[in-house]
């Protein structure tokens, strides 16, 4: 069967369906991370193929002092969004105002990446 994956032909995991969770994690691009931490340059990335593809929601989750939260936003708010967290987050994604809170991962697509954030 043909790969499916919205990421093909850089994605090989040869999904059978839309999304493999390897690429729904990552918002359809293969992220290579430091210290499995995120950065901003991923954030901006994943806003770029969220708009790209057309996915109608970007996931964002967040730690603030041990307490996880998931944020949904739907994509007519995906500027607005992408310009509030590059001001309010460093380039870690460590908000500006308080250093015990931090974006921990990001996903793009539809209510069913929910599974993988």
């Known amino acids: 069967?043909?790969?499916?994956?919205?990421?093909?032909?850089?994605?090989?995991?040869?999904?059978?369906t839309e999304?493999?969770?390897e690429c729904l994690m990552n918002g359809g691009i293969k992220v290579e991370k430091v210290n499995d931490r995120l950065t901003k340059?991923?954030?901006?990335?994943?806003?770029?193929?969220?708009?790209?593809?057309?996915?109608p929601f970007i996931f964002v989750s967040i730690e603030a002092e041990g307490i996880k939260e998931v944020i949904a936003f739907p994509?007519?708010?995906?500027?607005a969004k992408e310009k509030f967290y590059n001001n309010a987050y460093s380039d870690e994604?460590?908000?500006v105002m308080n250093s015990k809170v931090r974006i921990t991962n990001v996903i793009a697509g539809d209510v069913a990446a929910l599974l993988y954030i």
């Open 75 to 79: 994509s007519e708010s995906f500027d």
């Open 41 to 55: 340059e991923d954030l901006t990335n994943l806003f770029d193929v969220a708009r790209e593809k057309q996915l």
């Open 19 to 21: 999304f493999c969770p």
């Open 93 to 95: 994604l460590v908000h």
């Open 1 to 16: 069967m043909a790969n499916k994956c919205f990421n093909y032909p850089n994605c090989n995991n040869e999904a059978t």
